[in-house]
């Protein structure tokens, strides 16, 4: 069995004690590939060179809302310049939060709005992080129609979800699986095509249930895998490598 996390930031602070243990153990739990997507231009070397140093780890650059604060006009000059340069397997982590209402959602929708038009421009596609604002974001992706992606840690409706899907976009579910009480996450996981599902952790957060209070890790993603093999009732297996080639085939690895 191998599985793909396509959504982990194993470049994180978090890990810096204890990270080649980490990936190691995510290794020995059948993780073969780790999608590290990038949160602010500042860290973008870093997790190049990371990724360099571990053939299992692909890296996407982006800008993400959650830092909107430390991000200016020339970072986004700079990520046309790095994708050109380097490559990356997506533009990510991008998008809008809403939640969090302390970020300014103008500047959030400027920072969005122009990193999808950098990503048609390159032909590459893109991980979007979501929180309340999946109506703009679907509005965003009509005036700048990019090849696809990946909606991370989705929670928006079916009828939002099919509209994704009309845009080619896939749909990252993780540890909040392994909860009981998580009806409704559990019901998109049951109810979207298995086509359009992959695997994540989004470590260090979001942890599973069987290690509920602790830091998250790419070597919990057979969690993941199990509970969606129970939802779905299909072997392990199965889900492994459906999930595994759905985030090949978006992710062009």
Known sequence: MK???????IDFEEFSQDRTKVLQAARANKVEKLIVPAVMWSAWDDLITLCEQHRELHYALGLHPM????????????????????????????????????????????FFEAQLAIACEQAMPVILHVRK????????????????????????????????????????????????????????????????????TDSPDMTVQQHRGERNSPEYLHYCCSALADIRQMSVQQIADITSANTLQTLNL
């Open 133 to 200: 604002a999946h109506e703009e974001v679907l509005v965003a992706l009509k005036k700048y129609p990019v090849i696809g992606g990946i909606v991370h840690a989705y929670n928006g409706s079916m009828q939002q979800a099919e509209r994704y899907l009309k845009a080619n976009f896939k749909f990252g579910f993780g540890g909040m699986l392994t909860f009981e009480r998580s009806t409704h996450l559990r019901h998109l996981a049951k109810h979207l095509p298995i086509e359009s599902i992959v695997l994540e």
């Open 67 to 110: 830092f909107i604060h430390a991000h200016e006009p020339q970072h986004l000059r700079e990520l046309a310049d790095y994708l050109h340069r380097y490559r990356p397997c997506a533009v990510g982590e991008i998008g809008l939060d809403f939640y969090d209402r302390s970020l300014c959602i103008d500047k959030q929708k400027e």
């Open 3 to 9: 599985l793909i996390d396509s959504h982990c930031h």
